[in-house]
């Protein structure tokens, strides 16, 4: 009974010692813990999910790369920002760091002194814009490494310090869209913004005044930000509320907000272009109705977190004083552990998976993607580049891609084809280079074979002259008187003409109509298609001609050869018979 006695004893202690935490005035943190709530996960139509699409996540640089958590690109090059300080260009086999805002520090339990690079996008001159979570929003210009500050947090907007720059985007005329997602805590203190009110905000830096102006107030960790493809609103993500806010900067609603997407299967971390008007979102940790997450459960239980913020708050006071009077790598370590991500991951359920989703411009969902395997957890970023789909997470310690064909199939062939198109459209003076070659060789050919043929023709159609028949038919005669002698002459007659001089003439009229040929082809060659056409016929036309001829002066000498021949054995006298 005593023992009964001393638990009650013991339970009655610590309640009132928790009262006195919860409702003494005058503790920090100076904030103000209200009810208020989050629509439950819609009802989703099966066929857009969740898909298993997710699984085997290719791992590179595994323990060389801390957390890497969003991305951006520029001229065919990757970029992420981690732990440590640095923003770091992703290359084939290597990944290297090329700029950093913060000190030198130790570990990630300073990383408020070496700083933590969380969004960071390019305007289209190839600036590099960063939100660091620490030390405010710099301009980069990649190729030197030098970087100018644009938005200091020492500063406040509109009467409150940015403790948390998140995520940002650039639009067209370089105005700076970025989320600040608390005005109580900084990063390393994450497990009290959870806990407390939402004081996040949607921030519009205007590069013409330099001035910083506030969209959307009393954001739940305002996070992942960007603006449509038109520009005729932004989105910004609240994570502790499973939501999408949209600011509108055109049209008849422009300048108020209205909220994009609710109630989301899970917590939305940041967002993406799909490249096709609609967004890539990750849900960083996806709904689990029999695991629901702490911090949403104590949303209607103001006092119960205020209590709890109040007692981490005073877990940590013992620690600081103690640094502050001898600093040293232990209570820094504790420090940080309390309220940062390592206590987040603590408390987290195992068995906690996250999942992607596409949304089209008008706020529907149109795919879910998840995996039945452990390697998707705590994905913060879901970016497409080079024909993969790369994941980025605060959790990890290396890089994950998937190809994009395994995840969206459609989106990789559309990238496939515009590629292509792309390709064809940038070099048409290639295309139109490679059709004149190739008319210029067909038409050279063309040229350099017809004379050939003409030529051939000239020789397959001139026939060698025959010579005179061996055995002639002797011609019956009456019989008639002894003729004179044939009084001999010096003058040659026809049947005085060899055959090789036949044909000797006969090759030589060839020859001179071959040669008149070749000119005529070699003064009429094609300049186009349709000259060479014309030049066809009239070429045909004079081969037929040349052979017509040729066949004609032929047969004219054999007929005249062999008349002479039988003139010449008729008048023969007898005795030569």
């Not at 970025?178 to 959870?194: A, G, H, K, V």
């Not at 989105?235 to 806010?245: D, P």
């Not at 055959?499 to 040929?517: D, F, I, L, R, Y």
Request: net charge positive; charged share 25%.
């Amino acid at each position: 009974m005593s023992y009964l006695k001393s638990i009650g004893t013991a339970i009655i202690y610590i309640g009132l010692i928790l009262a006195v935490i919860t409702f003494i005035p005058g503790l920090p943190p100076e904030t103000e813990f209200v009810e208020y709530s989050i629509i439950p996960p819609r009802q989703l139509d099966p066929k857009v999910g969740p898909k298993n699409r997710l699984n085997d996540v290719q791992k590179l640089f595994d323990g060389e790369i801390n957390s890497p958590e969003s991305f951006d690109s520029y001229n065919g090059q990757l970029y992420t920002g981690v732990h440590g300080g640095y923003v770091l260009r992703i290359e084939e086999d290597r990944i290297v760091p090329f700029v950093k805002f913060g000190e030198k520090c130790d570990g990630i339990w300073q990383e408020h002194k070496c700083g933590r690079p969380l969004g960071l996008k390019f305007d289209k001159k190839g600036n590099l814009y960063v939100a660091d979570a620490y030390y405010g929003i710099f301009q980069v210009n990649v190729a030197t490494g030098e970087y100018k500050n644009i938005v200091n947090v020492t500063k406040p907007i509109d009467g409150k310090v940015p403790r948390l720059p998140n995520s940002i985007d650039v639009a067209k005329n370089g105005d700076i869209y970025w989320t600040d997602s608390s005005t109580d805590f900084s990063l390393y203190d994450i497990m009290m913004i959870l806990l407390t009110n939402p004081s996040g905000r949607l921030i519009r830096y205007n590069v013409a005044k330099k001035e910083n102006e506030v969209l959307i107030r009393n954001l739940a960790f305002a996070n992942g930000v960007l603006l449509s493809d038109d520009e005729s609103f932004v989105l910004a993500a609240e994570t502790v509320k499973n939501r999408i806010m949209k600011y509108n900067l055109k049209g008849p609603k422009a300048g108020q907000h209205e909220i994009f997407i609710d109630g989301l299967p899970g917590i939305p971390d940041n967002i993406h272009s799909d490249g096709h008007g609609g967004f890539l979102l990750s849900l960083i940790i996806a709904d689990n109705p029999d695991h629901p997450l702490i911090f949403q459960s104590l949303m209607p239980h103001p006092y119960l977190r205020k209590m709890l913020v109040r007692l981490l708050m005073m877990m940590e006071l013992p620690f600081k004083l103690l640094n502050d009077v001898y600093p040293n790598l232990y209570t820094e370590r504790i420090l940080h552990a309390i309220g940062s991500y390592q206590s987040a991951d603590i408390v987290s359920n195992p068995q906690e998976k996250s999942s992607l989703l596409r949304i089209d411009a008008s706020g529907n969902i149109i795919e879910i993607l998840t995996s039945d395997d452990d390697l998707i957890r705590h994905v913060s970023s879901a970016y497409i580049h080079n024909g993969f789909l790369w994941l980025g997470s605060p959790f990890k310690n290396n890089l994950g891609r998937i190809p994009l064909k395994q995840v969206f199939p459609d989106l990789a062939d559309s990238a496939k084809q515009s590629s292509h198109t792309r390709s064809e459209k940038q070099s048409p003076n290639v295309a139109a280079s490679n059709v004149k070659t190739e008319r210029i060789k067909r038409d050279t050919d063309s040229t350099t074979v017809r004379p050939i043929e003409s030529n051939r023709a000239s020789q397959t159609t001139t026939p060698k002259p025959t010579a005179a028949p061996t055995t002639t038919p002797k011609p019956k005669t009456a019989a008639t008187p002894k003729p004179s002698p044939i009084p001999k002459t010096d003058k040659p007659t026809a049947s005085n003409v060899k055959p090789s001089e036949t044909k000797s003439s006969t090759n030589a009229e060839a020859k001179k109509n071959n040669a008149k040929t070749v000119d005529d082809t070699k003064l009429n060659s094609p300049k186009s298609e349709k000259s060479n056409k014309k030049e066809d016929t009239t070429k045909t036309q004079s081969e037929k001609k040349v052979k017509v001829e040729q066949n004609a002066s032929v047969k004219q000498t054999e007929q005249k050869s062999q008349s002479e021949k039988v003139k010449r054995e008729t008048n023969r006298p007898k005795d030569d018979l």
